[in-house]
Protein backbone atom coordinates (compact mmCIF):
# COMPACT_ATOMS: atom_id res chain seq x y z
CA UNK A 1 0.00 0.00 0.00
CA UNK A 2 1.47 3.52 -1.26
CA UNK A 3 0.36 6.27 0.77
CA UNK A 4 0.44 10.00 -0.90
CA UNK A 5 1.06 13.34 1.04
CA UNK A 6 0.61 16.37 -1.54
CA UNK A 7 2.43 19.87 -0.07
CA UNK A 8 3.10 23.43 -1.39
CA UNK A 9 -0.66 24.29 -2.59
CA UNK A 10 -1.74 27.92 -1.40
CA UNK A 11 -2.44 31.15 -2.60
CA UNK A 12 -0.03 32.76 -5.70
CA UNK A 13 -0.31 36.00 -8.00
CA UNK A 14 -1.02 35.09 -11.57
CA UNK A 15 2.30 35.04 -13.03
CA UNK A 16 4.24 34.01 -10.73
CA UNK A 17 4.98 30.62 -10.00
CA UNK A 18 4.59 27.39 -7.28
CA UNK A 19 5.73 24.08 -6.67
CA UNK A 20 3.60 21.05 -5.50
CA UNK A 21 5.43 18.21 -3.82
CA UNK A 22 4.04 14.60 -3.49
CA UNK A 23 5.61 12.23 -1.03
CA UNK A 24 4.72 8.93 -0.35
CA UNK A 25 5.16 6.46 2.13
CA UNK A 26 4.50 3.22 3.05
CA UNK A 27 6.47 1.48 -0.44
CA UNK A 28 9.25 3.48 -3.33
CA UNK A 29 8.02 5.34 -5.78
CA UNK A 30 10.24 4.09 -8.75
CA UNK A 31 8.31 1.52 -10.29
CA UNK A 32 5.26 3.84 -10.41
CA UNK A 33 3.77 5.71 -12.95
CA UNK A 34 2.72 9.15 -11.31
CA UNK A 35 0.16 12.14 -12.37
CA UNK A 36 -1.11 15.01 -11.37
CA UNK A 37 -4.78 15.57 -11.68
CA UNK A 38 -6.60 18.74 -10.66
CA UNK A 39 -10.71 19.82 -9.84
CA UNK A 40 -11.97 23.76 -10.34
CA UNK A 41 -14.54 24.26 -7.76
CA UNK A 42 -18.22 23.16 -9.56
CA UNK A 43 -15.74 21.14 -12.01
CA UNK A 44 -14.98 17.62 -12.95
CA UNK A 45 -11.36 16.08 -12.09
CA UNK A 46 -9.07 16.88 -15.14
CA UNK A 47 -5.61 15.88 -16.59
CA UNK A 48 -2.67 17.72 -15.70
CA UNK A 49 0.32 16.23 -16.12
CA UNK A 50 1.90 12.42 -16.08
CA UNK A 51 5.48 10.78 -15.82
CA UNK A 52 6.86 7.10 -16.59
CA UNK A 53 8.34 5.23 -13.53
CA UNK A 54 12.07 6.31 -14.78
CA UNK A 55 11.04 9.87 -15.82
CA UNK A 56 11.67 10.00 -19.04
CA UNK A 57 8.46 10.04 -20.73
CA UNK A 58 6.38 12.75 -19.37
CA UNK A 59 2.98 13.99 -20.80
CA UNK A 60 0.93 17.31 -20.12
CA UNK A 61 -2.42 19.00 -20.93
CA UNK A 62 -2.62 21.17 -23.55
CA UNK A 63 -3.85 23.98 -21.00
CA UNK A 64 -0.96 23.64 -19.03
CA UNK A 65 2.01 22.75 -21.77
CA UNK A 66 5.00 25.05 -21.81
CA UNK A 67 3.98 26.19 -18.31
CA UNK A 68 4.07 23.75 -16.03
CA UNK A 69 6.52 20.48 -15.44
CA UNK A 70 6.31 17.23 -14.13
CA UNK A 71 9.06 15.76 -12.48
CA UNK A 72 10.13 13.08 -9.63
CA UNK A 73 13.19 12.03 -7.75
CA UNK A 74 12.85 8.30 -6.94
CA UNK A 75 15.57 8.70 -4.29
CA UNK A 76 13.45 10.89 -2.08
CA UNK A 77 10.06 9.23 -3.18
CA UNK A 78 8.39 12.50 -4.20
CA UNK A 79 6.91 13.58 -7.58
CA UNK A 80 6.88 17.78 -7.98
CA UNK A 81 4.72 20.20 -10.37
CA UNK A 82 6.67 23.03 -11.12
CA UNK A 83 3.73 25.57 -11.97
CA UNK A 84 5.28 28.40 -13.76
CA UNK A 85 3.26 31.86 -14.99
CA UNK A 86 -0.06 29.81 -13.27
CA UNK A 87 -3.67 31.57 -14.51
CA UNK A 88 -7.04 32.06 -12.41
CA UNK A 89 -8.55 29.13 -14.12
CA UNK A 90 -5.86 26.95 -12.90
CA UNK A 91 -7.37 27.66 -9.48
CA UNK A 92 -8.19 23.65 -8.12
CA UNK A 93 -7.26 21.20 -5.89
CA UNK A 94 -4.52 19.55 -7.19
CA UNK A 95 -3.99 15.49 -6.82
CA UNK A 96 -1.25 13.29 -7.45
CA UNK A 97 -2.04 9.73 -8.31
CA UNK A 98 0.08 6.18 -8.51
CA UNK A 99 -0.08 3.57 -11.00
CA UNK A 100 1.07 0.06 -10.80
CA UNK A 101 1.55 -0.07 -14.42
CA UNK A 102 2.12 2.41 -18.04
CA UNK A 103 3.85 4.97 -18.07
CA UNK A 104 1.38 8.07 -17.41
CA UNK A 105 -1.72 8.20 -18.25
CA UNK A 106 -4.49 10.58 -18.59
CA UNK A 107 -7.05 8.44 -17.56
CA UNK A 108 -7.30 8.73 -13.62
CA UNK A 109 -8.79 5.11 -13.76
CA UNK A 110 -5.66 3.60 -14.57
CA UNK A 111 -4.57 5.02 -11.64
CA UNK A 112 -4.49 2.93 -7.69
CA UNK A 113 -3.38 5.61 -5.19
CA UNK A 114 -4.44 8.84 -4.39
CA UNK A 115 -3.31 11.77 -2.29
CA UNK A 116 -6.01 13.71 -0.40
CA UNK A 117 -4.81 16.89 -2.75
CA UNK A 118 -3.76 20.49 -2.14
CA UNK A 119 -5.40 24.06 -2.86
CA UNK A 120 -4.20 26.42 -5.42
CA UNK A 121 -5.67 29.22 -5.59
CA UNK A 122 -4.21 32.04 -8.31
CA UNK A 123 -5.21 35.11 -7.82
CA UNK A 124 -5.79 38.37 -10.81
Known amino acids: QVQLVESGGGLVQAGGSLRLSCAAS????????MGWFRQPPGKEREFVAA????????AYADSVKGRFTISRDNTKNTVYLQMNSPKPEDTAVYYC?????????????????WGQGTQVTVSS
Open 97 to 113: AGAHQGYGSSLAVRYDY
Open 26 to 33: GRTLSSYA
Open 51 to 58: ISWSGATT
